[in-house]
């Protein structure tokens, strides 16, 4: 019995220990990069093999704020949230209802229609890009906001399919208790459903929010006035293949972009592990 325990006891410091390396080496370079952003330009790629800096400085922050062509980084900060935040509300509230849809209404091709949101969810990005660019640039969207907002208000796979495992869960009961009461479908989704599926889409909103506020890709192709940039495409612009890139006010700026995803985990955590345990999604 006591050896058992020893044995027990190493099997746990061995993981642990394995563990906490293995985070340390899975969160240094971010560490690398929050240090590298009280250092001075020239004294971050000469002294790379160092985390501390020789001296903490926040020039880094003043001047990165300050931005570029008279823009400052609060206006980059404010187009990602607006696009964030408004991406995010239309892809949860359109995903639920998709998802009701499919967990609790029946109608012809059911099955049909889940198949081909099944597949359009596996599509990547880049086989869909060129004709989404032709249609918006035909509509006279390209340089807008609306290429990139819009079709979050039509549902994405992935969530639709991760609120309507969490539906499937809520007992049919309830739905005809109501209907029983005189409730209509929509007052069961209203004041039945979306209620008890709060975590689904907590946990969809922070995956949402997440996605588009890092989203480059569709700035680059969609935004061409520097006034409309998000965060994420204006910190290429501290980058300059032809001239000195000033890499000290990207490093601190990208430390600062981090700081709104970093307090949603904080603040919604308990919400997002509940939301992918109750769904049966594991990495």
Same mark, same amino acid.
């Given at each position: 019995?006591?050896?058992? &325990?020893?044995?027990?006891?190493?099997?746990?410091?061995?993981?642990?220990?394995?563990? +906490?390396?293995?985070?340390? =080496?899975?969160?240094?370079?971010?560490?690398?990069?929050?240090?590298?952003?009280?250092?001075?330009?020239?004294?971050?790629? &000469?002294?790379?093999?160092?985390?501390?800096?020789?001296?903490? %400085?926040?020039?880094?922050?003043? *001047? /990165?704020?300050?931005?570029?062509?008279?823009?400052? +980084?609060?206006?980059?900060?404010?187009?990602? +949230?607006?696009?964030?935040?408004?991406?995010?509300?239309?892809?949860?509230?359109?995903?639920? *209802?998709?998802?009701?849809? +499919?967990?609790?209404?029946?109608?012809? #091709?059911? /099955?049909?229609?889940?198949?081909?949101?099944?597949?359009?969810?596996? !599509?990547?990005?880049? =086989?869909?890009?060129? @004709?989404?660019?032709?249609?918006?640039?035909? !509509?006279?969207?390209?340089?807008?906001?609306? @290429?990139?907002?819009?079709?979050?208000?039509?549902?994405?796979?992935?969530?639709?399919?991760?609120?309507?495992?969490?539906?499937?869960?809520?007992? *049919?009961?309830?739905?005809?208790?109501?209907?029983?009461?005189?409730?209509?479908?929509?007052?069961?989704?209203?004041?039945?459903?979306?209620?008890? =599926?709060?975590?689904?889409?907590?946990?969809?909103?922070?995956?949402?929010?997440?996605?588009?506020?890092? %989203?480059?890709?569709?700035? #680059?192709?969609?935004?061409?006035? @520097?006034?409309?940039?998000?965060?994420?495409?204006?910190?290429?612009?501290?980058?300059?293949?032809?001239? /000195?890139? %000033?890499? /000290?006010?990207?490093?601190?700026?990208?430390?600062?972009?981090? #700081? @709104?995803?970093? !307090?949603?985990? !904080?603040?919604?955590?308990?919400?997002?592990?509940?939301?992918?345990?109750?769904?049966?999604?594991?990495?």
């Amino acid at each position: 019995m006591e050896n058992y &325990k020893i044995k027990k006891t190493s099997s746990k410091v061995i993981y642990h220990v394995f563990t +906490f390396f293995f985070a340390i =080496v899975m969160i240094y370079p971010l560490l690398w990069m929050v240090m590298s952003s009280f250092k001075e330009t020239a004294e971050i790629f &000469k002294t790379a093999e160092k985390l501390l800096p020789a001296s903490f %400085d926040i020039r880094n922050y003043v *001047v /990165g704020w300050q931005g570029f062509a008279g823009n400052k +980084f609060s206006i980059f900060f404010k187009n990602s +949230f607006v696009i964030a935040g408004l991406s995010t509300i239309g892809a949860v509230l359109s995903s639920a *209802v998709v998802a009701f849809g +499919f967990a609790r209404c029946e109608f012809k #091709l059911k /099955g049909f229609w889940f198949a081909c949101m099944l597949i359009a969810m596996m !599509l990547p990005f880049q =086989v869909i890009m060129i @004709p989404q660019y032709i249609l918006f640039n035909k !509509l006279g969207w390209v340089g807008t906001y609306l @290429p990139i907002i819009v079709p979050q208000f039509f549902g994405q796979g992935f969530f639709i399919f991760l609120i309507m495992q969490f539906i499937k869960g809520i007992p *049919v009961d309830l739905d005809e208790a109501a209907a029983i009461d005189g409730c209509s479908i929509y007052g069961i989704f209203i004041q039945i459903v979306l209620p008890l =599926v709060k975590p689904a889409l907590v946990t969809s909103a922070i995956f949402s929010f997440m996605w588009r506020w890092d %989203d480059f890709l569709s700035a #680059l192709i969609y935004i061409s006035d @520097p006034l409309k940039y998000p965060v994420s495409y204006a910190l290429k612009m501290f980058a300059d293949p032809t001239a /000195g890139s %000033d890499w /000290g006010a990207m490093f601190a700026m990208a430390t600062l972009s981090l #700081l @709104p995803i970093f !307090l949603i985990f !904080l603040t919604m955590q308990k919400y997002l592990v509940e939301g992918i345990a109750s769904t049966g999604i594991k990495g």
